[in-house]
């Protein structure tokens, strides 16, 4: 099968580190497609950036769709564009910030959030809501560590993730943790085996639910608010992305 992995930021490098943790989770026989867009923000922090993310991500939704993708990632823990991705999309569209909280109910009663940076709390805490998942979910915690210092195996950083997975296990009472930016896919299994509790990667979390949507022959149902966009003139740079 083929998947679509887009990375929603403008960072090749990230967009590669993603794709190598995505291929290393799939079945064999699974292609794995990683694009990011030419336009928007390099990294996604936060509320503003994201508005600047979504028309280029969709851009690749839309390129990825017409090359045959059997569904999407969304490589961001925001799920940046997840419901304007589904409206748009011909295959399913999953994100890997819903698809790892998911995972985590699966293996725990309670499970802590650990981000990059503090202005990502409250988007988190809002999809948790929205997926109706917030009760689970103990605490979102950051580690004050900016996206793209994720890029190279920063032991600061690494050390840094690690003392919330202490405080959330401490304080929180949590059972397992969510690395809460696709830039800490590789650190799961390391975090895993340092804490002794499940760490669950967003990323691998997306790739096998996304085949296993594939394999059930399930697409996004249109019976509702992600019903095609109704066709009307979009202007300016917006006009490539008319429904």
Avoid at 35 to 46: A, K, L
Wanted: proline content about 6%; aromatic content about 4%; hydrophobic content about 50%.
């Amino acid at each position: 099968m083929r998947l679509h992995l887009v990375n929603p930021n403008t960072t090749a490098t990230m967009t590669a580190k993603i794709a190598a943790a995505a291929r290393s989770v799939a079945l064999p026989g699974t292609v794995i497609d990683a694009r990011q867009p030419t336009m928007g923000p390099v990294s996604i922090e936060g509320f503003y950036d994201e508005a600047f993310a979504v028309p280029g991500m969709l851009g690749c939704i839309r390129e990825a769709d017409r090359d045959g993708a059997e569904a999407h990632i969304i490589a961001c823990f925001d799920d940046t564009g997840l419901d304007a991705a589904r409206a748009i999309a011909k295959a399913p569209v999953i994100g890997i910030g819903e698809a790892g909280f998911h995972m985590a109910s699966l293996v725990a009663a309670r499970f802590a959030v650990v981000t990059t940076l503090g202005v990502s709390i409250v988007p988190i805490e809002h999809n948790l809501k929205k997926y109706g998942l917030a009760e689970r979910c103990t605490r979102v915690r950051a580690a004050e560590v900016p996206v793209l210092a994720l890029e190279e195996r920063n032991t600061d950083a690494l050390a840094k993730i690690s003392t919330e997975i202490t405080a959330a296990i401490r304080d929180d009472r949590a059972e397992a943790i969510v690395l809460g930016c696709a830039g800490m896919a590789d650190l799961a299994a390391e975090l895993a085996t340092t804490h002794g509790l499940p760490v669950i990667d967003g990323v691998a979390a997306a790739v096998t639910l996304a085949e296993s949507l594939v394999r059930l022959g399930l697409k996004t149902s249109r019976l509702g608010p992600y019903a095609a966009p109704r066709a009307k003139t979009y202007s300016g740079p917006f006009a490539p992305f008319q429904p």
